[in-house]
């Protein structure tokens, strides 16, 4: 009871403080955090502890030590008197390894290369095939762009597109291909166009910056900034420090020792970041390409141009004032200053208002002061102006439709804006942003270093992000490589040895094996911050080598959740590696790097909607349709019409960040690989292909079906089931297709349709079609 009236009694001081000030009192549960003393450092997390340099035990088995990883492995399994398993056998080996590094499965050429290789070196030259492919950068780009929160359009309800950032894409593809250090790969990223200026692919890489959704309908400019901001800050603590320093922008973390100050402190460091998306990009080939496909649109769309302006021209001032009397008062400060009055502050409201208005935004002035007539600003002369304007508008939307390609001649990246003075940053009282509190500078978490960050100004920038990102990139930063380790250690194991990938705090998961995992940080640092080393570590490594066959009930009692991996965890696949495999079985994979998104089709009952920006329809299915056969990384990425096929296998959120794929399953995903067109449709070519590889005999065939998904022939049991589904399908195919009840589906890509009986070759189509659906398919053993 006594404490009950404590509580009340403080709740009731604070708050009558509040009434008063408008601030929490400076001894309440929003003050800030006080400095650590060295023995307060000591009990910090493990992962704030600086990294260990791990010595590489020496388990009793050597013999099964490949690499420094399975030493760590091994030592922990021995504990527990438990042996690791045996060697997978090569075809499962080379088919989980090439889905692992390339998202696809391999060909059966290549299986049997590798099976076929007896040399010391085979399993070492498959793996540096693995890494030397451009497969590698998309399979790699993929996971990294889910962390980036990346998508083609900004989502809400206009959900515009985003014409240029599809370059941050290929950027990213391009940067694990090329192995660029990570170290380096951070700082593009963060601070490309501060530390690089004059390169365009240093300012692409701020593209990681410019990935937060947006709808550009908002009115009130201040708080948006604020939201950017917040984004930003959010996601980079996440990415790269693991740390959820989100819970700290209402109120001191309640597990981590990370205080609102820390967090605001952090987000001055984005104080002065803004986006433009109309830097014009070097010409190379994806420019030119766009010129020729965009000059009969640009010859057609000039007049109806030009006509609206003439139209809006005599209105202007009028609708620009009556576009900004629906901004809120704070923005209109900025807005209505003379740009030589601007400071920091208004120059980002600026550089955010200007391009957002446009002649199609200030007809919006003819249209409201022409349609209401009880309206006070309504105006008969504006009726015709609309009019005209309107039918213009519906002229430039159709022949958007019929002409206007993919692509851009600019390119997205954060800005400074050319000043390197930055707006002040306040601790927000509740995270709220109009009860500003005190002023912060830019600053580390005090818990995590004692480090202070050394902010160098250019002419044309603060310096604050560069500051960051040599502290996230330190060798000292006890946080970004243990981060990242474990992120490709999960893609690998399907456990992180921290499973909560993006959470190092105290509600994350404990390490499984912390030795190895800062041994992989410190020889991750040590290698130059080469990714590609990393990998290639882990993939000629005996625990990744090993066999997923089930253990004994003693080893699942000792190890029930196969933490210390005493066997080779299976793995359901990513939405991705499922639709690009089927691509690859079936033949029908378009190699095409890069570029701007395509638009395969999707199903004719999915309303997707028009933007309400341009009228254009939110998917617009690909002319070529070579595109439709694309890897599923260059598929145009629509936060409000995710591509419905990886859609329902756990595609990857775009709101924020993501850190780990789901894995569910679901009736409707078996229901989408049965009656899905698409996926239907490559069991048909899948068959022709069969029938073409497999020659006349049906064996042969067989085989061949299970050496391309499965990368194994199948077992005798297998291809009697195989055999019976073939004549009870035929037998039901040809009783219906004799009474009229049943269209025969045949295999596609036959050079000669004659030579097969097209009764047992639709047979063949539902088998394919059926083994296609299996488990084995869609799961890396």
């Not at 400095?35 to 009793?60: D, F, G, I, M, Y």
């Not at 990346?150 to 593809?173: C, I, K, Q």
């Not at 700290?248 to 402190?265: E, G, M, P, T, V």
């Not at 699942?556 to 089927?582: C, H, M, T, V, Y």
Request: proline share 6%; hydrophobic share 35%; charged share 25%.
């Amino acid at each position: 009871m006594k404490r009950t009236v404590i509580f009340i009694a403080l709740f009731s001081l604070t708050s009558a403080a509040m009434a008063q000030t408008g601030k929490p009192p400076a001894d309440s549960i929003h003050a800030n955090v006080p400095v650590l003393t060295e023995k307060q450092k000591s009990r910090l997390p493990w992962s704030w502890q600086p990294v260990k340099n791990s010595e590489v035990p020496a388990p009793a088995h050597l013999s099964w030590v490949r690499t420094p990883i399975d030493a760590f492995i091994l030592a922990k399994l021995e504990e527990k008197k438990i042996k690791p398993s045996a060697d997978t056998d090569r075809g499962t080996f080379i088919r989980r390894a090439t889905l692992d590094a390339w998202g696809v499965i391999p060909t059966p050429e290549e299986v049997k290369a590798f099976e076929a290789d007896r040399s010391p070196k085979a399993y070492e030259k498959l793996v540096d095939r693995l890494l030397a492919s451009p497969h590698y950068g998309e399979r790699q780009a993929r996971r990294w762009l889910d962390l980036a929160r990346y998508a083609d359009s900004g989502g809400f309800d206009n959900d515009e597109t985003r014409p240029n950032l599809w370059r941050y894409r290929d950027y990213v593809v391009n940067a694990f291909n090329q192995d660029k250090p990570f170290n380096q790969f951070i700082q593009e990223q963060l601070a490309g166009d501060e530390l690089w200026p004059d390169r365009q692919e240093a300012l692409i890489a701020t593209g990681f910056l410019r990935s937060f959704p947006d709808n550009p309908n908002g009115r009130n400019l201040v708080q948006k900034k604020y939201q950017h901001t917040t984004d930003i800050t959010d996601t980079v603590g996440k990415v790269f420090l693991g740390q959820t320093v989100e819970c700290a922008r209402c109120h001191n973390h309640k597990l981590d020792k990370i205080s609102q100050k820390d967090y605001f402190a952090l987000q001055a460091f984005f104080a002065n970041t803004s986006v433009r998306d109309d830097i014009p990009a070097a010409i190379g080939a994806q420019e030119i390409a766009y010129k020729e496909a965009a000059a009969k649109y640009e010859a057609e769309i000039a007049p109806i141009n030009a006509a609206k302006k003439a139209l809006i021209d005599p209105v202007r001032e009028q609708a620009n004032k009556y576009l900004k009397e629906r901004y809120d008062n704070d923005t209109l400060v900025s807005l209505n200053k003379p740009e030589k009055e601007w400071n920091a502050h208004d120059r980002w409201i600026n550089n955010y208002y200007g391009p957002y208005v446009d002649d199609d935004r200030l007809a919006g002035y003819l249209q409201d002061t022409s349609t209401d007539k009880t309206a006070p600003d309504y105006n008969p002369k504006h009726v015709d102006l609309w009019k005209q304007y309107d039918k213009l508008r519906k002229q430039g939307r159709e022949i958007a439709a019929r002409l206007k390609p993919q692509g851009s001649l600019y390119l997205s990246a954060a800005t400074e804006l050319g000043h390197a003075d930055a707006p002040p940053t306040f601790v927000y009282f509740g995270g709220i942003q109009e009860r500003p509190l005190e002023e912060v500078q830019p600053a580390f978490p005090e818990s995590i270093t004692s480090e202070k960050p050394v902010i160098v100004p250019t002419a044309t920038s603060s310096g604050r992000r560069t500051a960051l990102a040599n502290w996230i990139t330190s060798e000292k930063n006890p946080l970004t490589a243990r981060v990242f380790v474990n992120r490709v250690w999960e893609q690998y194991f399907a456990r992180g040895i921290v499973d909560t990938v993006s959470d190092f705090g105290r509600a994350g998961g404990k390490p499984t094996h912390p030795e190895l995992l800062d041994y992989l940080a410190t020889n991750f640092v040590k290698e130059g911050w080469s990714v590609k080393q990393l990998h290639r570590q882990i993939l000629l490594s005996s625990v990744y080598r090993q066999s997923s066959a089930e253990r004994d009930d003693e080893v699942r009692k000792l190890d029930p959740d196969n933490k210390l991996l005493a066997l080779f965890p299976r793995k359901r696949l990513e939405a991705e590696q499922i639709r690009d495999s089927l691509l690859v079985a079936a033949g029908k994979l378009n190699d095409k790097q890069g570029g701007p998104g395509v638009f395969p089709p999707i199903p004719a009952n999915l309303v997707t909607g028009n933007s309400n920006t341009d009228g254009q329809p939110f998917w617009k299915t690909s002319a070529d349709s070579a595109d439709f056969y694309r890897r599923s990384i260059y598929i145009f990425n629509r936060r409000s019409v995710p591509y419905p096929l990886l859609q329902t296998f756990d595609l990857a959120g775009t709101q924020e960040v993501h850190s780990k794929r789901d894995v569910t399953t679901t009736p409707l995903q078996a229901l989408t690989l049965y009656h899905s067109d698409i996926v239907f449709g490559l069991s048909q070519a899948l068959a022709g292909r069969v029938i073409a590889e497999g020659g006349k005999n049906e064996k042969a065939q067989l085989d061949r079906l299970y050496q391309i998904l499965f990368a194994r022939k199948p077992d005798k049991a297998e291809r009697k089931l195989l055999q019976a589904y073939l004549n009870d399908q035929e037998k039901i195919i040809r009783e219906k297709a004799i009474s009229g009840k049943l269209a025969i589906n045949q295999p596609t890509g036959l050079k000669d349709v004659n030579s097969v009986d097209p009764i047992r070759a639709a047979a063949l189509v539902d088998l394919v079609h059926t083994v296609a659906n299996s488990n084995e398919f869609a799961y890396r053993l």
